[in-house]
């Protein structure tokens, strides 16, 4: 008999050849017994791997189902403290349960009174959001106030939540400090008083109303037609007299080129070629190579010197690279002189062997300077750029004046028109 398997242990190998080499893959040294035992183990092997794997899948789902319920359980927590701030406590409203209201308290979804209709649920999104039902000062009625939170049961309002009724004790005090300052307002621009809602008008913005009693006429009542058009043109005032960033930014940019091209420029008229020399220098092959290099003034002033330059010459370059770095910044927010951008403006504001050209150059300089005046909004309010000019000690330099072939001193320039 063969081993564990109840056949004669001659029977196989009486099997017909075909058969044996189908069952067994004839014509391999393999034991036919030791075979059908490992397809046995094999067999078993995976349903025991099958039955591990819907055990650790069974764990996993169980793993899943408890952080659920925890994070279930902590939204519910959640939810029900912020109702509570907001006013809410749980539980139908009274008046929606009837009259056994004290004896029995329903946990179910909310129908309102009779006849009224059903609340719907609040969606969860909204919970999970900021803006949770808020309190109104007037009371609303039981079935407008009644909630219906799925997993919680019903919410009823109570009162008003703690923010609301801050803001509300806010507002009554605020209202009542700006009636007190329009009944006195109104005594100073009127000669007579006016009624609450009237003073509480002219005490939310008194400002309004004190400036349109210095632009008008004092006996102007502002809630009259005429008051109002006062009012506007008030309000255009206002308006122009803002200062932006932007305006503030290039007055400052704007100052600091005049301050640079004053210093240039009495270079140049107490040294009358030293454009001359400059523009001969930079004419050269190897200033040219040189310039996209350049990072600073001093880098600038350094290639003039191995070049021969004069003092007045390194003194002018030096004056000329803050002016154009301080244009650069009111054309381009952000920019800085470099080497690059001194070729982008070189022809427009460095001298050359262009005789002609050069006595273009103090009107191109001037026009940049008029240019960042208007952006630092001059032609509104010229405060902006009168304050920058006298930090930058150039306040007495009218460049109209400039402009016009004069010293930009207004003062010399009236003495020098009477002598």
């Given amino acids: 008999m063969g081993i564990g398997y109840g056949l004669p242990s001659q ?27 490992g397809n046995a183990l094999g067999s078993f092997q995976g349903v ?4 591990q794997q819907e055990a650790d899948r069974q764990q996993a789902l169980k793993r899943q189902d408890t952080a659920t319920a925890n994070e279930n359980q902590y939204r519910n927590a959640d939810l029900t403290t912020r109702l509570l701030a907001a006013g809410y406590a749980p539980g139908a409203s009274p008046s929606a349960l009837g009259p056994d209201a004290g004896n029995s308290l329903s946990t179910g979804p909310t129908t309102g009174a009779v006849g009224a209709p059903s609340t719907p649920p609040v969606s969860m999104d909204t919970l999970r959001s900021d803006r949770l039902p808020v309190g109104q000062p007037a009371a609303p009625s039981a079935a407008s106030s009644d909630l219906t939170i799925p997993g919680l049961g019903p919410f009823h309002r109570v ?23 329009g009944h006195v307002l109104a005594q100073q621009l009127f000669g007579h008083d006016v009624d ?8 939310t913005n008194p400002q309004a109303f004190v400036g349109l009693a210095n632009h008008e006429p ?46 240039f420029d009495k270079i140049r008229q107490q040294n ?29 002033v350094s290639l003039l010197k191995r070049a021969g330059a004069s003092p007045a010459a390194q003194n002018y370059m030096r004056a000329k690279w803050s002016f154009l770095d301080n244009v650069i910044r009111t054309r381009q ?51 902006v750029w009168n304050r920058a000019t006298k930090r ?28």
Avoid: C
């Fill in 11 to 37: 029977s196989i190998f009486r099997m017909p050849y075909p058969l044996q080499r189908s069952l067994y893959g004839g014509g391999s040294d393999v034991d036919p017994v030791a075979a059908l035992v």
């Fill in 48 to 51: 025991r791997n099958a039955r």
């Fill in 159 to 181: 009162g008003l939540s703690t923010a609301d009724q801050k803001a509300a004790d806010t507002d009554a005090r605020l209202r009542t400090v700006h009636q007190r300052v």
């Fill in 196 to 203: 609450d809602d009237t003073a509480e008008g002219l005490g």
């Fill in 218 to 263: 004092r006996n102007i009542d502002p809630l009259s037609p005429a008051g109002i058009a006062a009012r506007a043109r008030l309000a255009q005032i206002e308006a122009s007299e803002k200062t932006t960033p932007a305006m503030a930014e290039h007055a400052e940019y704007g100052a600091g080129a005049l301050a640079a091209w004053q210093q």
């Fill in 272 to 300: 009358p070629n030293v454009e001359t020399e400059v523009g001969g220098i930079m004419a050269s092959p190897a200033f040219v190579q040189a310039i996209p290099g350049v990072r600073s003034s001093a880098d600038m």
């Fill in 333 to 383: 927010p952000g920019g800085r002189m470099s080497g690059a951008l001194f070729q982008q403006v070189q022809n427009e504001f460095m001298p050359s062997l262009d005789a002609q050209a050069n006595g273009q150059l103090r009107t191109n300089e001037l026009n940049a300077i008029v240019s960042a005046q208007g952006l630092a909004g001059y032609d509104v309010n010229p405060d």
């Fill in 392 to 419: 930058h000690g150039v306040g007495n330099l009218d460049v109209s004046a400039l402009m016009s072939g004069g010293t930009g001193d207004p003062r010399l320039d009236a003495i020098r028109r009477k002598y």
